[in-house]
């Protein structure tokens, strides 16, 4: 990357948009520092995974069940250190873990205001095949009052809520994008320098893409308004039919269809009703940053920030991405739902 007056570091952005964010006392700036830094060098490991036997399955399951890669744990470790030794949260949980992690060290732990959700490796089974995966994160204000020990509600808070959301994607270049409600905006990894520069700003969904990301495979498992938007998808008329496009990695179909246009689909099947997707460490982070960037997110019939969750692990279909193709998607659903 040739660096000129118009790049911008990601620290020295984090610090000129301190006035738009509304709680700016310097905590917010020092907790995506820690993340910054976090993500580095998660980057570092996952560069070099293919040779350093840190590839392949740790023998482990997570909370759901799901057999664990030890670049899950490694990042989980990380990202939890990194955050651990700010001062500036007092309690993370991670969708690695069981239950949501009390952060006690340093004397200012109780007093911080802040919570972080996020999901350390998105994508992780695609590491032995080389192929990007990502981080998501979550952060909140708690509900309960600074310094008194951190409580199961601050963490169940409807996206609506969230103050800052974002994520990193490792791929042929490392990324961070995030927005704090203004806006999204995304920094790209020099490596040469270590350093993130603001590489796209003002990143915005198309209103109509051309571009659906499904897992076909399950088709016959999703309930019947999906397979007739997927038909619709296929169908020779207007301005389709549409481009499938599907790597699997949460993250790495948000941010192309994000860049090109297009709608990511993990719907509800015969077995599994709720979906798969995680509400609080993965849809309601990409439902925040779709909406600020223009796009919409629902679980095919409700908007996904305004969902009341109920537990840590809760689970939710997901709709996301350019505003007139979630819609038509969801026109499908009623239309299905109405014929039952």
Do not use: W
């Amino acid at each position: 990357m040739e660096l000129t007056d118009n790049f911008r570091t990601l620290g020295e952005f984090i610090i000129d948009k301190q006035e738009d964010f509304q709680y700016s006392t310097g905590e917010l700036s020092r907790l995506l520092s820690a993340i910054r830094l976090a993500s580095k060098v998660v980057n570092r490991e996952v560069n070099k995974a293919g040779i350093a036997n840190i590839i392949g399955k740790v023998g482990n399951q997570n909370i759901q069940g799901e057999e664990q890669q030890k670049l899950d744990v490694m990042a989980n470790e990380i990202f939890i250190e990194a955050l651990s030794q700010r001062e500036v949260v007092c309690g993370i949980a991670s969708e690695e873990s069981d239950h949501f992690i009390e952060i006690k060290c340093g004397t200012n732990a109780h007093l911080s205001k802040y919570v972080v959700l996020i999901d350390p490796l998105d994508g992780s089974s695609n590491i032995d095949v080389n192929v990007s995966v990502g981080t998501i994160f979550s952060i909140y204000r708690r509900v309960t009052e600074p310094g008194t020990p951190v409580t199961l509600a601050d963490f169940l808070q409807k996206g609506v809520n969230q103050i800052a959301a974002g994520y990193v994607v490792y791929g042929s270049s490392t990324m961070i994008v995030y927005t704090t409600g203004n806006g999204v905006n995304g920094f790209t990894l020099d490596p040469s320098l270590g350093t993130f520069y603001l590489s796209h700003p003002d990143m915005t969904f198309s209103k109509k893409g051309k571009i659906y990301s499904i897992n076909e495979g399950n088709y016959f498992k999703f309930p019947q308004g999906v397979k007739d938007y997927i038909k619709y998808c296929q169908k020779e008329e207007d301005d389709r039919p549409y481009t499938s496009r599907y790597i699997g990695s949460l993250v790495s179909d948000f941010h192309r269809n994000m860049i090109k246009g297009g709608i990511y689909i993990y719907p509800s099947t015969s077995q599994s009703p709720n979906g798969k997707l995680r509400l609080l460490y993965e849809c309601n982070p990409m439902a925040f940053l779709a909406e600020q960037a223009g796009g919409k997110c629902t679980d095919g019939f409700n908007r996904i920030l305004e969902i009341q969750p109920t537990e840590l692990h809760q689970r939710v279909p997901f709709f996301c991405g350019s505003f007139e193709m979630v819609e038509k998607a969801e026109e499908f659903m009623r239309n299905a739902a109405e014929q039952e």
